[in-house]
Protein backbone atom coordinates (compact mmCIF):
# COMPACT_ATOMS: atom_id res chain seq x y z
CA UNK A 1 0.00 0.00 0.00
CA UNK A 2 1.48 3.13 -0.65
CA UNK A 3 0.38 6.69 1.17
CA UNK A 4 1.34 10.09 0.11
CA UNK A 5 1.83 13.02 2.20
CA UNK A 6 2.29 16.33 1.54
CA UNK A 7 5.00 18.50 3.92
CA UNK A 8 5.14 21.68 4.17
CA UNK A 9 8.42 22.99 2.21
CA UNK A 10 10.54 23.49 5.28
CA UNK A 11 10.11 19.96 5.90
CA UNK A 12 11.22 18.89 2.78
CA UNK A 13 14.11 20.15 2.65
CA UNK A 14 15.58 17.94 5.09
CA UNK A 15 17.87 15.23 4.54
CA UNK A 16 15.20 12.28 4.05
CA UNK A 17 11.52 13.77 4.73
CA UNK A 18 9.94 10.47 3.60
CA UNK A 19 12.27 8.12 6.57
CA UNK A 20 11.48 10.84 8.93
CA UNK A 21 7.83 10.58 8.49
CA UNK A 22 7.73 6.82 8.45
CA UNK A 23 9.91 6.84 11.72
CA UNK A 24 7.64 9.08 13.48
CA UNK A 25 4.65 7.04 12.56
CA UNK A 26 6.28 3.63 13.81
CA UNK A 27 7.27 5.57 17.07
CA UNK A 28 3.93 6.76 17.56
CA UNK A 29 2.41 3.54 16.95
CA UNK A 30 4.38 1.35 18.91
CA UNK A 31 4.28 4.37 21.59
CA UNK A 32 0.19 4.17 22.32
CA UNK A 33 0.48 0.62 21.29
CA UNK A 34 -1.68 0.47 18.30
CA UNK A 35 1.91 -0.93 16.43
CA UNK A 36 4.04 -4.11 18.20
CA UNK A 37 7.59 -3.96 18.31
CA UNK A 38 7.59 -6.42 15.46
CA UNK A 39 5.07 -4.41 13.32
CA UNK A 40 6.62 -1.45 13.97
CA UNK A 41 10.07 -2.57 13.01
CA UNK A 42 8.82 -4.02 10.32
CA UNK A 43 7.34 -1.13 8.98
CA UNK A 44 11.14 0.41 9.38
CA UNK A 45 12.21 -2.54 7.11
CA UNK A 46 13.95 -4.09 10.28
CA UNK A 47 14.85 -7.64 9.89
CA UNK A 48 14.90 -8.30 13.64
CA UNK A 49 13.49 -7.05 17.32
CA UNK A 50 17.20 -6.21 18.07
CA UNK A 51 17.24 -3.90 15.71
CA UNK A 52 13.88 -2.19 16.64
CA UNK A 53 15.43 -1.70 20.06
CA UNK A 54 18.64 -0.39 18.70
CA UNK A 55 16.48 2.29 16.82
CA UNK A 56 14.80 3.07 19.45
CA UNK A 57 17.77 3.44 22.15
CA UNK A 58 19.80 5.75 19.57
CA UNK A 59 16.68 7.60 20.04
CA UNK A 60 16.95 7.61 23.90
CA UNK A 61 12.94 6.22 23.41
CA UNK A 62 12.26 3.71 26.36
CA UNK A 63 10.83 0.83 25.92
CA UNK A 64 7.35 1.04 27.44
CA UNK A 65 8.43 2.08 30.50
CA UNK A 66 7.40 0.85 34.14
CA UNK A 67 4.52 2.79 35.02
CA UNK A 68 2.60 3.61 38.45
CA UNK A 69 0.32 1.05 37.35
CA UNK A 70 2.81 -1.26 36.12
CA UNK A 71 4.01 -1.05 40.10
CA UNK A 72 0.55 -1.54 41.78
CA UNK A 73 -0.18 -4.72 39.43
CA UNK A 74 2.89 -6.01 40.41
CA UNK A 75 2.20 -5.63 44.42
CA UNK A 76 -1.00 -7.24 44.17
CA UNK A 77 0.22 -9.97 42.72
CA UNK A 78 2.80 -10.31 45.33
CA UNK A 79 0.19 -9.65 47.79
CA UNK A 80 -1.99 -12.63 46.09
CA UNK A 81 0.71 -15.08 46.09
CA UNK A 82 0.62 -18.45 48.46
CA UNK A 83 3.13 -17.67 51.69
CA UNK A 84 5.51 -20.04 51.57
CA UNK A 85 4.96 -22.94 54.50
CA UNK A 86 8.68 -24.24 54.40
Not at 20 to 46: D, M, P, V
Request: proline residues 5%; hydrophobic residues 35%; glycine residues 6%.
Amino acid sequence: MEIIVDLPNDLTRRPDPAREALEALAIAGYRTGKLSAYQAGKLLGFTSRFQFEGFLKARNILDHSYSHEDLADDVNTLRDLPENTE
